[in-house]
């Protein structure tokens, strides 16, 4: 154990699926390092193969990944991960990104890091994004696409928030920004709330230099029911997915194309092949993440819900014959069902001149929430 470890300003940023955690994070992260500071992230997932931890590695962060349930259930794995972060890197600022589906991390996680790890960090308060379009969801009951216990866990994690950051406020109106506020100032009275696009970069100073510098973490914490939690949990199908593209040669088996395969144009008629496999099942999409390297650049595209579109980010330089395909998806669907479309949507792409090999596939529902520690008081 490094003393230096007891320097560290560990900030824990949780929130719903797609909520924009992953934007902020980079961009909080690029502006300590314009600052001469050294930043780590840890990542968290249901399962490896993460596109998060792809695009923060990119972006040249430390990075490391809690893989096979959330950092309250995979607690030492999480002190593990810090340890050799702080012992390699030795950063001013540790970042913590739990699973999206994941709440109760003030009593599994914040209380005890208080209490056993006191000399290694100094907490930051407990960060929440929410996007605009789930918290109308989650403050009018009864308008949401997902069933009741999806709902629960998103407001358990407001409830224990100790200071909330409402991410994507460049897709609302001055009047509909307003209004949101004030239902959050109503619903979560005392809460501490920051408005922010993370994608552009507005309001990420004023968010980051609270985090730094307040002086309290984990105040709140949430009464939770695990039924209703692990029921919650168990509504979403999971995939993560990784799989080499290549493009054949021009003439190779007979084959006449005009011009080599377009990635992106592969990227979005994927995603639209897997939105309308999906809409013929009845199923929702919470988040679909995919992250495409190249050796010319990378390409990124979130989509974080059936009905809206989805985001591109990135470039990818020239027209690269071989790619790594990494694909997250969290759906209102049965494992089985969601793999199915997934499968099909990479195999039936317009462009003949592309091959898809899948080198790794796991589909599952999450088990039930069992943290290694779970206190019942405030330290």
């Not at 080499?244 to 194309?257: A, C, F, K, P």
Request: proline share 4%; aromatic share 6%.
């Amino acid at each position: 154990m490094k003393d230096t470890k007891k320097e560290v300003r560990m900030v824990l940023v949780g929130g719903f699926l797609g909520a924009g955690k992953t934007t902020l994070l980079t961009q909080a992260a690029r502006r300590l390092v314009d600052q001469g500071r050294r930043v780590g992230i840890i990542t968290n997932d249901q399962a490896a193969n993460l596109v998060d931890t792809g695009i923060l590695r990119q972006g040249g962060f430390g990075v490391g990944e809690v893989a096979g349930g959330c950092f309250c259930c995979r607690f030492s794995d999480f002190v593990a991960a810090s340890d050799k972060l702080l012992n390699d890197l030795q950063p001013d600022v540790l970042f913590g990104e739990p699973v999206g589906s994941c709440t109760d991390l003030s009593a599994t996680v914040l209380q005890p890091l208080k209490q056993l790890y006191a000399e290694w960090f100094r907490l930051a308060p407990f960060t929440v994004v929410a996007d605009p379009a789930r918290l109308e969801e989650a403050l009018d009951a009864g308008s949401t696409v997902f069933p009741g216990t999806v709902v629960y866990i998103f407001r358990k994690q407001l409830e224990e928030a100790d200071v909330i950051v409402l991410n994507k406020t460049d897709l609302l109106s001055p009047g509909e920004l307003s209004a949101l506020k004030r239902k959050v100032a109503k619903e979560y009275p005392g809460t501490p709330l920051f408005c922010a696009s993370a994608l552009r970069g507005d309001g990420v100073d004023e968010w980051l230099d609270f985090a730094l510098k307040a002086p309290r973490a984990g105040t709140r914490m949430a009464e939770v029911d695990y039924d209703k939690y692990a029921d919650g949990e168990a509504a979403l199908g999971w995939l993560n997915c990784t799989a080499r593209l290549v493009r054949r040669s021009l003439g190779e088996g007979g084959l006449r194309v005009a011009a080599a395969a377009d990635w992106r144009e592969f990227c979005a008629g994927f995603i639209e092949r897997v939105r309308e496999g999906l809409r013929g099942r009845a199923a929702e999409i919470a988040h679909l993440k995919l992250l495409l390297n190249t050796a010319g650049g990378s390409l990124q595209a979130n989509l974080t819900s059936s009905s809206g579109e989805p985001l591109f980010q990135g470039t990818v330089q020239g027209r690269p014959r071989e790619v790594l395909l990494i694909v997250n998806a969290r759906v209102r669907a049965e494992p089985e069902e969601l793999q199915s479309v997934i499968e099909k949507a990479l195999a039936s792409g317009p462009q003949k001149d592309v091959t898809v090999e899948i080198l790794t596939m796991a589909s599952f529902k999450p088990g039930r929430p069992q943290p290694t520690h779970r206190y019942s008081d405030i330290v």
